[in-house]
């Protein structure tokens, strides 16, 4: 059934404040775009509001139960699946909406959870340019992963799958970000960082689609990366200490240095017991700190040997010249090791344990 519904109306839907209307479209609230903008300059001008339907593209409602008079329209179990921007936009001004401004509203019933209610959420998404991402935002791996964050880092840590999504409390990671992680961590490719699509395309499901990632490995993983950004400022090279993809290359470098530690597999291959109180997170942080802070010394050393016009973003994408680095750097820390010059992970994480066990 399609018709035109006063705007009035449509902002005393239920579940917009807290974004449940919302909860099967393919994005939040996106803020301030220039389509947002241009909608609400449209709403606070009272002489538009008659002719607001033949400007705006409308909303689609996807209900359970849908029931119909000559004046009147009942709805039960419904969500907004297109439109969420404008919803969201005019119940921010509803000061300004006259009985004049209404919205053509198409209503569909039918189960939202259906193949046919995913397809209409899809085809229907293109007023503000939708992505990739926003068509994985109600994949069952997504949800999971964020159900998860909830139930063991509530307060600590949440899960954004949303674009434009009100962030629970804590430090949020973006699904977006922990796909970029293990793209780096356990693809072993940290040159593709800069191709983000790909987590949500092609990569998506040999980056969450395994069993063994869950919320423990992505707060293992966002702990790692904590850590290199708080080193960053070590680097003689400010142009490299600036480059996102850096990172990605430190916790790749990372992983192949240390990874024939047995308490280093331990932990990745056991986050859960590992990450889930903040007290043990902070000891892996400062374990993995002095490994981290020698790779960039290593790095920094090499780069007395790079030029003026030494082409870092060109390099830390290139596969080859990112992998003979790496070898460089973990044949350097074995040799060290072996000479009894360097603790491994295990001897340190074993210290900072034992120290924070010590009665003194």
Request: some cysteine.
């Amino acid at each position: 059934m399609i018709a035109p519904i006063r705007a009035r109306e449509l902002v005393e839907l239920d579940g917009i404040e807290d974004q449940s209307l919302l909860t099967y479209n393919v994005r939040g609230p996106l803020g301030r775009t220039s389509v947002n903008k241009d909608l609400v300059k449209s709403v606070k001008d009272k002489n538009t509001h008659k002719n607001f339907p033949l400007f705006h593209n409308g909303i689609t409602v996807i209900t359970k139960s849908l029931k119909a008079t000559e004046d009147k329209i009942k709805i039960g179990g419904y969500y907004v699946v297109n439109g969420c921007q404008s919803v969201t936009s005019l119940h921010g001004n509803k000061s300004f909406i006259t009985d004049d401004l209404k919205l053509l509203t198409k209503f569909i019933q039918m189960d939202p959870t259906s193949s046919e209610a995913k397809q209409i959420t899809e085809y229907s998404n293109n007023q503000n340019g939708v992505r990739s991402r926003d068509f994985k935002s109600n994949n069952a791996i997504q949800i999971r992963l964020r159900t998860e964050f909830a139930q063991h880092y509530k307060d600590r840590y949440s899960f954004e799958i949303k674009r434009g999504e009100t962030p629970a409390p804590g430090e949020s990671i973006s699904n977006e970000e922990a796909g970029l992680y293990m793209m780096a961590f356990d693809l072993k490719e940290p040159w593709g960082t800069h191709r983000k699509y790909e987590v949500f395309e092609d990569k998506h499901s040999a980056l969450f689609g395994k069993p063994y990632v869950t919320a423990d490995r992505i707060v293992m993983l966002r702990a790692i990366d904590n850590e290199i950004v708080s080193q960053l400022s070590k680097f003689i090279e400010e142009l490299l200490a600036k480059y996102k993809l850096t990172r990605y290359m430190l916790m790749f470098m990372l992983r192949e240095m240390l990874y024939d530690d047995k308490m280093f597999q331990e932990i990745i291959q056991n986050p859960s017991k590992y990450m889930r109180t903040k007290d043990s997170e902070n000891k892996f942080r400062e374990s993995i700190s002095v490994f981290i802070g020698d790779i960039i010394v290593d790095i920094n050393e090499e780069s007395k040997e790079f030029g003026a016009d030494f082409d870092y973003r060109g390099k830390i994408k290139d596969a080859d010249w990112v992998k003979e680095m790496t070898k460089t750097i973990q044949k350097g820390f074995q040799k060290n090791v072996n000479r009894g010059r360097q603790e491994t992970f295990e001897t340190e994480w074993n210290r900072i344990n034992f120290a924070s066990s010590s009665p003194d």
